[in-house]
């Protein structure tokens, strides 16, 4: 495995206009199925539209329109906080700057003020459940809050169409589904990777395989670039800034390492001693 900083290196030395290539000959157009911002149930692919309807009717890109119905959750699912099935929740990867720019967003979108919480949550993976039945231990990074129905919180559907309501600030990682680059280092997103060609891989999408205009390609290509260099920028901050002694620090159950150094599950930083 090369070092982070191999892997950032080749990340700078991505050609947008081949990475453009791969996205036009694996084909994409959104179809707003809402799939990569919803929960799924657990048997099905996360980041796959979430329990498409029987008539096929499906919503997001990265604006994303669909089918959460009013009897419930997406897909048709029966909402978790009324005792209806099981959801795994969306779970997408939020860096600290982004989380500040989806709030500061939100702010002005809903006239209200966002603080951390309202937008992240520790990333799941690798924390334990204490005997409060709350979540404890040590993680890396954060991902989108979510919903009663494991929604992403700014995810959005009314009269069967859907929404990101933070759509010109979101995240790297919803900018560039369903493409990822196959880096060491980057993150996959939750749908497994169905396609590739070059180094991109494509992750389980409906919108996949359909026309793509040369400036869409190109554009996305940039954004994922972007993104590939962010995450090993990121993943090398995590790494560097790891203090196995923050939890003695801590005020909370939970600690989160991030770029910017160990945080409470709020996000308020764990100083030093
Ligand atoms: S990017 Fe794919 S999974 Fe997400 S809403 Fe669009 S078509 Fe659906």
Redesign the pocket.
Known sequence: MESLEAELDAARDLEVAELADAIESIG??????????TGYAPDEPG???AGATEDGA?????G???AETDAGCHGGADDPSEGGTDREPHTATVFPDEVRRVADAAEDEFGEAYDWRDVARPMPFGLDEGSDGDPTGETFEWALATDDCGDCTFYEESGGEGACTVHDARPLICRT??FSVALEGTSQPM?EAVDEAGVVRAH?????GRDISRDDAEELAAALKKRAVRELAEAIGVRDGYDPAARDRADGDVVVFDSEGPKEADGTPIGGE
């Open positions: 994409f157009e959104c179809t707003r199925c809402g799939g990569c911002c980041g796959a539209p499906s919503g997001d890109d990265n994303v329109g669909s589904y369903p749908g389980e999408c409906e919108g996949l």
